[in-house]
T-cell receptor, first 113, second 111 residues
Framework: DQQVKQNSPSLSVQEGRISILNCDYTNSMFDYFLWYKKYPAEGPTFLISISSIKDKNEDGRFTVFLNKSAKHLSLHIVPSQPGDSAVYFC????????????FGEGTQLTVNP | GAGVSQSPSNKVTEKGKDVELRCDPISGHTALYWYRQSLGQGLEFLIYFQGNSAPDKSGLPSDRFSAERTGGSVSTLTIQRTQQEDSAVYLCATGGNQPQHFGDGTRLSIL
């Protein structure tokens, strides 16, 4: 049972344009969502998170949107840069300290110069 | 990354052998997690330690897998009688609260 799904294994965009990465979840108990970026041979790096009490959180070029009714979240990167090329994972957790994360399968983003 | 150190970075071993993977967490972080990522898959939760509480072992795939955390700091993940399906990148993460900070992982290859 894949509770967190990223249906696009890859995405290619032009430098300067917007990248939109999507994630769907099925477990209504999830109330905290995170995005990670992963370069080859490195561990994931935290990017941005959002609590279920919000529908948008912005940090510089990165914005995460949450649609609870649709159980859908998205990560927008604008403007996209070649250094953004990496695998992006969305993750979700339940309430409380130390709640373990459930990850999607990842989306490979390629930003072309 | 972010101060979590894992060793070895790569491990190649024969099927049936035991392996031990090590994680040195960020000082002061009370929560420690082990995940693994198989080829083309997302990260799969294995085990979680929080202070002196009993660990959450619910993600361990079989009784060949075990982990301990000594003194609330260093953790070791042990896989006994390794099988080819154990081949994966094993990642350690720490954090007092969300989000979690990951090490660069141990790439385990079972021949």
């Amino acid at each position: 049972d894949q509770q967190v799904k990223q249906n696009s294994p890859s995405l290619s965009v032009q430098e300067g344009r917007i990248s939109i990465l999507n994630c769907d979840y099925t477990n209504s108990m999830f109330d905290y969502f995170l995005w990670y970026k992963k370069y080859p041979a490195e561990g994931p790096t935290f990017l941005i998170s959002i609590s279920s009490i919000k529908d948008k959180n912005e940090d510089g070029r990165f914005t995460v949107f949450l649609n609870k009714s649709a159980k859908h979240l998205s990560l927008h990167i604008v403007p996209s840069q070649p250094g953004d090329s990496a695998v992006y994972f969305c993750a979700a957790s339940g309430v409380g300290r130390g709640s373990r994360l459930t990850f999607g399968e990842g989306t490979q983003l390629t930003v072309n110069p | 990354g972010a101060g979590v150190s894992q060793s070895p970075s790569n491990k190649v071993t024969e099927k049936g052998k035991d392996v031990e993977l090590r994680c040195d967490p960020i000082s002061g972080h009370t929560a420690l997690y082990w995940y693994r990522q198989s080829l083309g898959q997302g990260l799969e939760f294995l085990i979680y330690f929080q202070g002196n509480s009993a660990p959450d072992k619910s993600g361990l795939p079989s009784d060949r897998f075990s982990a301990e955390r000594t003194g609330g700091s260093v953790s070791t993940l042990t896989i006994q009688r390794t099988q080819q399906e154990d081949s994966a990148v094993y990642l350690c993460a720490t954090g007092g609260n969300q989000p979690q900070h990951f090490g660069d992982g141990t790439r385990l290859s079972i021949l």
